[in-house]
């Protein structure tokens, strides 16, 4: 990271960059991603990705986020994913965490201070801080896609057994377990990812009739993507929850117990959204329903 710190408000710039066989795709975070994605940061706007060949058939790709962050003392730049597709599957892989000071904008004499004062103007400097490299981590390879298919369900139930809950109160229940949950440390929040992601996916197979069980990040979205009832916002919090798991799960990264609880929380906003879809895809047409009397 280029900038020793920012101050609260100031707009800086944050670039991710890609290097990658040719034959495959960069794809990364939307600006509007949210704090589920960035932490910390709010991005303000992405440049257009840049592109450049490299040596022995590889590409490298980046992207520029102008940022700004409203955090005291320090602001956390979590693990953020970029996608790398082929046309045989998807891999994921994330940038390290890292953590940049924030300067406070209040004066030494703060201690005098005792009634309220006029807003201070933030400033607004013109590209005063340089990139920020962020360089991705090493591809996941092979191995990352066929643990994903072959991962192991232990006793669990099948996901075409009956269940004595609906599916939407069975995966609300589940997200809310979580809530007592402390997923501190690599085994407790590889646990957390893990059921949190599951308590989504199985309700997706029982309630929606998607193979979600079996389909990597990807494919669910792009499978949900088909159904004209599910809105284009609640499909990027989908994909932004399960990016985030899936470093976790695979990619060894261990955000801190703060972030896990605000991915939970777009978890449940996700389930809500995704049974409001289908109750109004199920609800009859207005002209089919009796007439009142």
Partial sequence: MSADSVKIGERFTLTLVAAHDADREAIFPAADAGSALFGDLHAVRREAVQTRRSPGARRVDSVAYEVTTFALDSARVPVLPVRLASAGDTAVVGTSPRTLPVVSVVGPDADALRTPA??????????????????????????????????????????????????????????????????????????????????????????????????????????????????????????????????????????????????????????????????????????????ST
């Fill in 118 to 291: 006029a807003v201070a103007p933030f400033p607004h400097p013109a590209w005063m801080w340089g990139l920020l490299g962020l360089v991705v981590a090493a591809l996941l390879g092979g191995g990352t896609y066929g643990w994903w298919r072959w991962r192991a369900r232990g006793d669990e139930e099948p996901p075409d057994a009956p269940s004595p809950e609906p599916p939407y109160e069975a995966a609300a229940a589940r997200l809310r377990r979580l809530e007592r949950r402390h997923p501190s440390g690599r085994e407790a929040a590889t646990a957390f990812y893990v059921d949190l992601t599951e308590a989504l996916r199985v309700y997706l197979a029982r309630r929606v009739g998607i193979r979600a069980l079996e389909q990597t990040t990807a494919e669910v979205v792009a499978a949900l993507r088909r159904r004209p009832e599910v809105r284009e916002e609640t499909l990027q919090r989908l994909q932004a929850v399960l990016e985030r798991a899936d470093l976790v799960k695979f990619a060894d990264a261990q955000p801190p117990p703060a972030e896990s609880r605000s991915v939970l929380d777009d978890a449940q906003a996700v389930l809500d959204a995704l049974e409001g879809a289908q109750r109004r895809a199920e609800a009859p047409p207005e002209e089919d329903l009796p007439p």
